[in-house]
């Protein structure tokens, strides 16, 4: 049914009633009030006709030009009707382009292609299809969720410590300003293409001021290098978080929402945010460079949330600990290499995961690299876990590895 074809079935039925009462009323008072009444039907119908459509008029962003911003920001094109067109003319967005240009298709030959086919091929067998992605501890990095579940989901979840800051319409900018902008979202964007995830501090000191700070400049610029159009952006409270809510439609044509919160996780801090968190529940949980903050007890809280509400968690050795995954609920399939954590991280070796790894049928060298083993091929050590709530697990795919049962642990 069509939107107005909807606001003209709702004023029908809410007139009828009223039109009862009128008619019930004329019956009692006489007729000498009908006029009367049907002269205050027609402001009523008036009225709701109003009500009706205020409701179906989508409300509209504050600034609406953020499509064309993430073209321009991202380097591409933009339409000759587009107020921003004349800038692409300047020597220092040329320069932009061409840097910002060659470092993504290092990166996507590198890293995205790769990633996109070992995801096509391992994960729609064994994960139900999901909804919903939630990617904890990422900060802006929306490039891995996007390769890894490109079709299924609608909704992607991410959250970090990064504030949303802020996007200066780029038409009100001077050409120094614009230029001190383009270097900020490169030099931010290159270690995200160079080592596959944003470090924290690096990237406070790179977006902290500027035209284009915080981490909003920076989906925007890797949502339109993804190919994805930007329909609307808003900022909101998550549960109590800074947020921010992105509409976008998908290279697929499929309209999709992500969801950035500012929000630290540790326990004691989030809980009104994962109660929001909580109403997306199932999702498909993401998690990678995460600093092994889930192996601490002060994670303890946003770890048995992800246990709890997840179907399905992928993740690098960063993320939950092996031990926490009993095999009375989920089934585990290993991927990759594990050879450790990096030297910065080498109190957090799993003896269980390693052992695990040594029986595994799917454990071989991956072609590219996740988290903070970027390097892929046999001295890299990329590693990934898959593990899947068994009434989700598909019966006639043979199971990976079977841990040894252990009581649930309740932190």
Known sequence: MKLGEQIAAKIFLRSLRSLRLIVFSCVLCGYS???KFVFFFYLLVASLAAQEVRRAIPVKPIYAGYNEDAL?????ELPATSSLASLQLSSSYQAHCLALQ?????YEQRHLLPMRQWSAQELPQRIPLPSTVCYLFGGPDILNPLALFPDAASTYLLCGK?????LTPPEQLSPEQLHRGFLTIREATQTALQFGYFITKEMRSQTIDGPFQGVLPLLLTLLSLTGNQIVSVERL???GAPGVRIRFIAPSSAEKTLYYAQQDLSNGNGRSFLRWLQKFAPV???LKAASYLLHEEDFSQARNFLLQNSTAILQDDSGIPFRYFDSLDWTIYLF???KGPIELFRLKYQADLAAAYQTSLLAAPMNFGTGYQFQPGLSGGANLLLAVRKYFTPR???IDITPVSKHKHKN
């Open 102 to 106: 060659k470092m993504w298709t290092e």
């Open 72 to 76: 321009l920001l991202a380097g591409k």
């Open 33 to 35: 009030l009908l006029v």
């Open 237 to 239: 409270s998550l549960g």
């Open 284 to 286: 498909v949980s993401y």
């Open 162 to 166: 990064e504030p949303i800051g802020l």
């Open 396 to 398: 006639a795919l043979p």
């Open 336 to 338: 990759g290499d594990y």
